[in-house]
């Protein structure tokens, strides 16, 4: 149609789900890519590797604080940018270390600005954006994302197995600095008015200024929510998840070769991970949207019960890929389980706290998950028994996620 011109907030979910792809150095994935290579290079036993990782994990979680004012005080764009490029600059610096300790420091950063920080404003940078169909535009940055990491993951462990973890990583850190932080900075707007007018095209005219849905339902208090049952068994499931798939993702490709898989069956593993992942989040949204969080919960728990036990047997190239499948629809039911629960269960008035409370748990469990799975190969000689009792572990929580009293909002 003659003079509709494309609403700017399409451009803006496509710089921040770019920024969201950026955050590849500092999530377990990403290290995952480098840790075989990394831990011969630098001779780190798989243990103390995991230690430096716990640590790195639990004082990165700590760049959250100061993040959201400073994006309220400058804006998105600006912390966008800067963020991005000293992420760049640290991979790119890590990628020349030589010993532990300087190791520890790096990886610590690479979680707090790439986790954490980074996560933070690349979401925030959409919600701020887009009120009325929020849910909508999340889907569509989701789908943007998740095809970025799909095309991420593979490059770089191409470039890991033709270059090394070195040649890899001062790669990544020159992306982040040549393309991901200048498009933020030339292309990224903070909120609608910075633009100079609403555009047309795509979703209403009003979309920016549409007010944010009003807490008209009676809210919990923090304290109120940290007495019911249900929060533990939500928070504590969404967060064995984590515990898995930080544990997994590091040392995937010493469990694949466990099995006798070479490591480009765990670079294919990782895309099969993403889009079964993207696809889980289309699914448990539609279920979600039509009933309660409890069933969406329970499938997850049962699917990744079923994906870990499995693990310790395959023997096939599609073996592994099923197991991929198991681990991405899981995820991507438990992704929207944990976004959408507390508000449905809450209300709004005490929202940041709970779901603060919600998510300490997952970074402490993210940060354990590599230890878990560290520690049975050291006292056992294999990962198959941390993997059954992880198993168990998650089917007992589908068990109490089917008998929990949840409250009526979330039903």
Do not use: C
């Not at 993040?67 to 760049?88: F, K, P």
């Not at 007018?197 to 807490?215: I, T």
């Not at 395959?314 to 629809?329: E, I, N, R, S």
């Amino acid at each position: 149609m003659v003079g509709r011109r494309v609403y700017y907030g399409w451009v803006v979910l496509g710089v921040a789900a770019l920024g969201m792809v950026g955050t590849l150095p500092g999530r377990t994935q990403g290290l995952g890519l480098i840790t075989e290579p990394l831990l011969t290079d630098l001779g780190i036993s798989r243990v103390a590797y995991a230690q430096i990782n716990l640590v790195a994990t639990l004082v990165g979680a700590a760049f959250a604080f100061g993040v959201g004012s400073q994006i309220d005080r400058r804006g998105s764009r600006s912390v966008l940018t800067i963020i991005a490029a000293a992420l760049g600059l640290v991979v790119l610096t890590m990628s020349q270390s030589t010993s532990i300790a300087a190791m520890l420091v790096f990886i610590t950063l690479t979680r707090g600005l790439g986790q954490t920080a980074l996560s933070i404003v690349s979401l925030a940078m959409v919600g701020k954006w887009f009120r009325r169909r929020l849910t909508w535009a999340m889907g569509i940055y989701a789908l943007v994302m998740s095809v970025g990491f799909m095309l991420a993951f593979p490059l770089v462990g191409a470039i890991v197995l033709s270059g090394g973890w070195r040649t890899a990583w001062a790669a990544v850190g020159a992306t982040l600095l040549v393309v991901v932080a200048p498009v933020a900075w030339i292309f990224g707007r903070s909120r609608p008015e910075d633009v100079g007018q609403v555009m047309d095209g795509g979703l209403d005219r009003d979309e920016a200024a549409a007010p944010r849905s009003s807490d008209a339902v009676t809210s919990f208090t923090f304290g109120g929510a940290l007495r019911t049952p249900a929060f533990w068994v939500f928070a504590v499931a969404s967060s064995l998840y984590g515990l898995v798939a930080s544990g997994i993702g590091l040392f995937n490709e010493s469990v694949l070769a466990e099995r006798g898989f070479a490591p480009e069956v765990y670079h294919q593993a990782l895309a099969i991970t993403a889009i079964t992942g993207l696809a889980g989040n289309f699914v448990a949204g539609a279920w979600a949207e039509r009933g309660s969080l409890r069933p969406v919960l329970i499938s997850a728990m049962l699917i990744l019960g079923g994906g870990l036990a499995a693990l310790p047997h395959v023997t096939t190239t599609t073996h592994v890929m099923l197991q991929a499948v198991a681990m991405g629809v899981a995820g991507g039911f438990v992704m929207v389980v944990f976004f959408s629960f507390w508000g449905r269960a809450y209300g709004q008035a005490h929202l940041g706290r709970i779901q603060a409370a919600a998510q300490a748990l997952t970074v402490l469990a993210s940060a354990l998950g590599p230890l878990v799975l560290a520690w049975s190969v050291d006292a056992t000689g294999s990962y198959a028994t941390a993997f059954y009792a992880l198993a168990v572990s998650v089917v007992a929580l589908a068990g109490a996620a089917a008998t929990v009293r949840v409250p009526q909002m979330a039903r």
